[in-house]
């Protein structure tokens, strides 16, 4: 994992964005607002189709990710983002994976 700071964040983001057309947002429900990141990255976004799609804040469950997958599939999606925790992080790498 690798940290970086909000400048050079939002730079590495904006190129790794450039030419996505369509992208699966996966997030918790409370935190995605609270820490700052919806603030952040929802003006990034703009102009992409977004699947938004929240955890439930336990686990990945497996039900919950196959929600996810069909939610997904079909749409031509360039990439995901996962913002959160481990359920976050996880239940992307999950629904990009199947």
Request: glycine share 14%; proline share 1%; net charge positive.
């Amino acid at each position: 994992m690798t940290a970086f700071g909000e400048h050079e964040g939002a730079k590495l983001l904006e190129t790794w964005l450039s030419g996505k057309k369509s992208v699966v947002l996966i997030t918790g429900r409370r935190s995605f607002a609270a820490c700052g990141a919806r603030d952040f990255l929802m003006p990034r976004l703009a102009g992409r189709e977004v699947l938004h799609l929240e955890t439930a804040g336990e686990n990945a469950r497996a039900e919950t990710v196959e929600e996810m997958r069909r939610a997904a599939a079909g749409r031509g999606i360039d990439g995901f983002v996962a913002v959160g925790g481990g359920t976050a992080i996880d239940t992307a790498k999950l629904v990009r994976g199947l």
